[in-house]
């Protein structure tokens, strides 16, 4: 158990639906890091957050957002859903700003299915 | 944009032998991660790699890091059914605010 906590771990829904993604990370850490895995696209990094501050923005669209709350916890907001969206969306946390810097620890993942 | 490739992308192998997968990387970096998925699981962990020469070792499987010719390996010696997995490596950009992945290797261990 890396202590990241993903919640739901699986989610169906149609197209055109919003759906929110929650991560609460390991205790202690202020950075959470949203990832999505496809089988076209493989792992991709959407977006970080540190101390409730967006920190750095990698390929995520438009109809996706994400914030993160004062309790550290954060939420990634999906919405006009499309069929390409199915994936598998996982949140990772660190200590600090950089994950590279201190080790980074994956959560369980969600996974979304768009019908 | 930084691309990591890693090949072979699968790998059929037969327990007790040996095999290497490599990872190469086009920018400049000290530092590579190899990670660990099985099916629908989540990412373990398995190596971190933080300057040029480094060689970790964790039972069979042993990683070295190469900055100059940006290239990793990750080597399975005497390869176990239980090592059947994905297996990613990472870099980290620039401002290491985020991992670039490969595109992984799907192993697999036949008995």
């Known amino acids: 158990d890396s202590g990241v906590t993903q919640t739901p771990k699986h989610l169906i829904t149609a197209t055109g639906q919003r759906v929110t993604l929650r991560c609460s990370p390991r205790?202690?850490?202020?950075?959470v890091y949203w990832y999505q895995q496809s089988l076209d696209q493989g792992l991709q990094f959407l977006i970080q957050?540190?101390?409730?501050?967006?920190?750095a923005k990698g390929n995520i669209l438009e109809r996706f957002s994400a914030q993160q709350f004062p309790d550290l916890h954060s939420e990634l907001n999906l919405s006009s859903l499309e069929l390409g969206d199915s994936a598998l969306y996982f949140c990772?946390?660190?200590?600090?700003?950089?994950?590279?810097?201190?080790?980074?620890?994956f959560g369980q993942g969600t996974r979304l299915t768009v019908v | 944009e930084l691309k990591v490739e890693q090949n072979p992308l699968f790998l059929s192998m037969q327990e007790g032998k040996n095999y290497t997968i490599y990872c190469n990387y086009s920018t400049t970096s000290d530092r590579l991660y190899w990670y660990r998925q099985d099916p629908g699981k989540s990412l373990e962990s398995l190596f971190v790699?933080?300057?040029?020469?480094a060689v970790k070792q964790e039972g069979r499987l042993m990683a070295s890091l190469d900055t100059k010719a940006r290239l990793s390996t990750l080597h399975i010696t005497a390869a176990v059914h239980d090592l059947s997995a994905t297996y990613f490596c990472?870099?980290?950009?620039?401002?290491?605010?985020?991992?670039?992945f490969g595109t992984g290797t799907s192993l697999t261990v036949i008995p």
């Open positions: 205790s202690g850490d202020l950075s």
């Open positions: 990772a946390s660190s200590v600090g700003t950089a994950i590279s810097n201190t080790e980074a620890f």
């Open positions: 990472a870099v980290d950009s620039n401002t290491g605010n985020q991992f670039y």
């Open positions: 790699l933080l300057s040029n020469g």
């Open positions: 957050y540190y101390n409730g501050e967006e920190r």
